[in-house]
């Protein structure tokens, strides 16, 4: 094996809405929501060896070795492989962390199906997704790689094809905590099932959004900045925002008037994820296809 580092995306999602249906005896929530891929994301890098060590190059302040979520899913499928499989890791962070837009969940995804080929594993997409819910919730959305409704905590999936949007994300200088908000006692749990074919996003909402706007009135702000140029939505558990766009120029223009205190990039809505396109994994599942 050589020595090169291949470089692979780790797309963001965003949640175009977030419904909480129900709880399970777990505790998890029972969730429909509609998980946009972007054509933004992290990038990993990866090197693949006979060492039996799994290296990680490129360590997050913050976060340690054993909590990444990059090592824990090269751990998870070296379970699965033989010899001495190992591996040098390495990530170029561009996404907020804990943001909502899912880069932890996206890097384990990318290392799981990148490290299942090099190290010749040879596991199906399903025993990815399932070793990858065990790390998180979302991590099977970036395996399947398409953009889809999801139902139960994010498992069962639909793929979908939706029209070509653009979407300012912006994040304030906070971290709202997944935990916190589904342990808090006045997150609406209710929320009825929809039937997928019917989505419409004005008509959707995110449970989470009334919470964490009332908890950080940093995310309440920015929305109601927003709202003023284009339809906008919290996404996941927060703290970033996102606002649609039908032409990125007009997501430019809001993203250059918006106050300093908040990162924020644009991105195109895909319907395939860029991991896959580099990987050459044609998609083979049947979609749903939504006109509007
Ligand atoms: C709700 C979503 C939507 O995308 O929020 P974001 O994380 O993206 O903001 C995700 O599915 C989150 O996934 P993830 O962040 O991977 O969550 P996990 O690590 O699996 O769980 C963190 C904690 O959230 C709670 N949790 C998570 C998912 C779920 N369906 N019900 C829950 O109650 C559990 O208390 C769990 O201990
Ligand atoms: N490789 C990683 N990238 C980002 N966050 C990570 C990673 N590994 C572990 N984490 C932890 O997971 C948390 C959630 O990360 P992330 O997936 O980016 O956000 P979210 O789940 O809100 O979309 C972070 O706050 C961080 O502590």
């Not at 994040?171 to 589904?182: A, E, G, K, L, M």
């Not at 997501?251 to 050459?280: C, Q, W």
Request: proline share 4%; glycine share 8%.
């Amino acid at each position: 094996m050589d020595s090169t580092i291949n470089w692979y995306p780790s797309p963001a999602k965003l949640n175009l809405f977030l419904h909480i249906n129900g709880r399970y005896d777990n505790g998890y929530h029972q969730l429909q929501s509609l998980f946009q891929l972007l054509d933004v994301g992290d990038e990993i890098g990866i090197c693949a060896n006979q060492s039996g060590k799994i290296e990680l190059k490129t360590p997050i302040q913050g976060v340690a070795y054993e909590d990444n979520l990059i090592v824990k899913a090269a751990k998870a499928l070296k379970a699965h492989a033989h010899g001495q499989a190992g591996c040098e890791l390495y990530v170029r962070k561009k996404l907020p962390m804990g943001g909502g837009i899912g880069g932890g969940s996206s890097n384990a995804a990318s290392v799981l199906m990148v490290l299942n080929q090099a190290w010749q594993c040879n596991l199906s997409l399903d025993a990815l997704a399932e070793i990858g819910l065990a790390l998180g919730a979302d991590v099977p959305i970036f395996i399947h790689g398409n953009t889809a409704f999801a139902e139960g905590v994010g498992e069962v999936l639909v793929p979908v094809t939706i029209p070509t949007v653009w979407y300012l994300v912006a994040t304030p200088p906070i971290h709202v905590s997944t935990r916190d908000i589904f342990t808090a006692i006045d997150l609406p749990r209710n929320t009825p099932k929809i039937n997928f074919a019917d989505y419409k996003f004005e008509e959707t909402h995110n449970d989470c959004e009334t919470l964490v706007a009332k908890m950080h009135k940093e995310v309440a702000n920015l929305l109601q900045w927003l709202v003023n140029y284009a339809p906008s939505r919290m996404t996941g558990t927060g703290a970033s925002v996102f606002a649609v766009f039908d032409a990125k120029e007009n997501a430019e223009k809001v993203l250059n008037m918006l106050p300093d205190s908040y990162t924020a990039f644009i991105a195109k809505g895909v319907n395939r994820s860029g991991l896959h396109e580099a990987m050459g994994i044609e998609s083979h599942s049947e979609r749903l296809i939504l006109t509007s």
